[in-house]
């Protein structure tokens, strides 16, 4: 498997599909560490013995307490880490353990819209910057108690332009992750961010920019959460289990 030119499939498409995938989990750590470093937050869904690793299951113990992150609500428009000051682990995989017939993921290229536009309204919206604040309830809603409330309510927002250069292939594309825009700026003076996102949502999330998917077990999606935007639909089964692993692009090995 050639790591670099992967890579570069997945920047420009925003995804990449790969399918009859069988990896234990030390293989498909050791996939994912072949990109760059990994995300090891140690929380509640990160197994101790492989802590790259995120279950995405609706499971619960029989106490009640959940096993993994997400649950099994519908999940609205999101991309890894888009509220956090910094956002680095912007290669998402996502490897189907357990399926679920009845569950759709669907992905948008947040890139090719871009460049769709004309030349007066690309530099029209490189001149709009955006402030993001985490909302509970509006990509997928968390108990009170929910032990990921705590982490998800750490983070501090971040105030970044709404095209993004990407740093490895140079590819521009929308950052829009709208139900965390608080507040917009066009050259720094504050313009009405709930109009702007209706406009942006008429060009961004077309049908052609999208692609939807129904996970078998083996199925591995690998998602850039530049280029590409994603969600999901309510599952029915809860015993449906992913492993997902956030990793960056430091070290693109061959």
Known sequence: MNIKK???????????????????ESEYISLMKKFGECETPGLFMNPKEHPEIF?????????????????????????????????????????????????????????DPFYELSKDDQEYWR????????????????????????FTYSTKGSIRKL????????????????QFICKAWKDDEVINHEVMIEKLKKIIFRSKYQTHHIFKEGDLILMDQFTSIHRRTPVLDNTRLLWRIACDYSIIEN
């Open 6 to 24: 992967l890579s570069k499939d997945i920047q420009l498409k925003g995804y990449i599909k790969l399918h009859d995938q069988v990896f234990d």
């Open 127 to 150: 001149s709009i910057k955006i402030q993001l604040k985490y909302k509970n309830n509006v990509v997928y809603q968390l108990e009170d108690e929910d032990p990921e409330l705590e």
């Open 163 to 178: 095209v993004g250069v990407h740093p490895y292939c140079n590819k521009e594309y929308f950052y829009f992750p709208y």
């Open 55 to 111: 279950l995405v299951t609706g499971k619960r113990y029989a106490n009640g307490v959940r096993v993994g992150m997400f649950g099994d609500k519908e999940l609205g428009w999101h991309c890894n880490g888009s509220t956090r000051p910094k956002i680095n682990k912007i290669l998402v995989g996502l490897y189907c353990i357990k399926e679920d017939i009845n569950t759709t993921l669907s992905i948008c290229n947040t890139s």
